[in-house]
């Protein structure tokens, strides 16, 4: 059985730093991009930022130049690095993998969730 698991939440003054961790675990082939999502309360989810198995990297325009994606493939995990961090950077954070498993077809993985609240 496939797992995301996600680390690293918790509560940040205004302009300081949070890394949060994310590890696949299972019986997984491969995985293709990764990535970081956030809903805030009453608003939908949102992507924060991708990462594929190459290295290519995508973000949102609210936290370019802030937050930092990257992945050890090795490891099957994905980080995201949060400088500078904003009250409007509170939220939910989720981890999802678009992955092969060693059995059965690929499929979207998600994070069970960690909370980041930055106070002001």
């Known amino acids: 059985q496939v797992q995301l698991v996600e680390s690293g939440g918790g509560l940040v003054q205004a302009g300081g730093s949070l890394r949060l961790s994310c590890a696949a675990s299972g019986n997984i082939l491969s995985i293709n991009t990764m990535g970081w999502y956030r809903q805030a309360p009453g608003k939908q989810r949102e992507l924060v930022a991708a990462?594929?198995?190459?290295?290519?990297?995508a973000y949102a325009d609210s936290v370019k130049g802030r937050f930092t994606i990257s992945r050890d493939n090795a490891k099957n995990t994905v980080y995201l690095q949060m400088n500078s961090l904003k009250p409007e950077d509170t939220a939910v954070y989720y981890c999802?993998?678009?992955?092969?498993?060693?059995?059965?077809?690929?499929?979207?993985?998600w994070g069970q969730g960690t909370q980041v609240t930055v106070s002001s």
């Open positions: 999802s993998a678009d992955l092969v498993p060693a059995k059965g077809a690929r499929f979207y993985s």
């Open positions: 990462i594929t198995s190459g290295g290519n990297t």
